[in-house]
């Protein structure tokens, strides 16, 4: 692939339109009036040996909400973040010991709505390796990287779907060795992976 942080940045000059968790279910229709509270995820890019990887991390199995998931570091705006990227810095550092000073912010896609009632900013970043990966106790059960060109690559995406609340839903996904990456993860790299200048 030509050089990903190279087509990423351009891509960010144009953030594309929002996406959401009902992006495969257009029967769905979402209530006007409903309330958004806004999120941010940092999504962290890193160049290794092996080339440009992306940092996700495996939710722990014992949180009530998306217990196993994969997801990227990031979490709920709070009254302390005085900004979104301020948000996803702050949680990449507590959950996965990342330094704001190993992070340049690239710049932002479009948000993503989730089911869960969140408007969430894709924070795009460039990390400096190496740092100490401290994963969260209680929260984090593994931090690991996937290949970038394996999660911005189109034909590795898969639809699938399952019963949610009485109804079936689709969704993206986008499997690598035994991380399952789906839903609102796999979404927002798709929109990603969309992005991206051909060339």
């Known amino acids: 692939m030509p050089d990903l942080l190279d087509r990423t940045r351009r891509a960010l ?3 594309g339109a929002s996406s959401s968790d009902y992006d495969l ?4 229709t979402l209530p006007a009036d409903r309330k958004l509270r806004p999120a941010a995820v940092l999504a962290p890019m890193i160049e ?5 990887e992306l940092i996700l991390t495996k939710r722990s199995s014992a949180l009530k909400h ?18 979104l990227e301020a948000a996803a810095l702050r949680e990449a550092q507590e959950e996965i010991g ?4 190993r992070v340049e912010i690239l710049g932002t896609f479009a948000p993503h709505e989730t089911v869960t009632g969140f408007t969430v900013t ?3 970043a460039h990390v400096t390796y190496p740092f100490d990966i401290r994963p969260e106790k209680g929260e984090v059960d593994e931090v690991f990287f996937v290949p970038l060109s394996h999660v911005l690559t189109p034909a590795h995406y898969v639809v699938e779907s399952r019963r949610w609340r009485g109804t079936r839903r689709s969704y993206y996904a986008v499997p690598y060795g035994p991380y399952y990456i789906w839903g609102a993860t796999a ?13």
């Open 13 to 15: 000059l144009r953030p």
């Open 122 to 124: 894709p924070v795009i």
């Open 25 to 28: 279910n257009p029967d769905v």
């Open 66 to 83: 998306h217990p196993g998931q994969i997801a990227f570091p990031g979490g709920k705006q709070d009254e302390g973040d005085a900004t």
């Open 48 to 52: 290794t040996a092996r080339g440009w």
């Open 187 to 199: 979404r927002i790299l798709r929109a990603w992976t969309d992005s991206l200048p051909c060339d």
């Open 98 to 101: 990342l330094p704001s000073d």
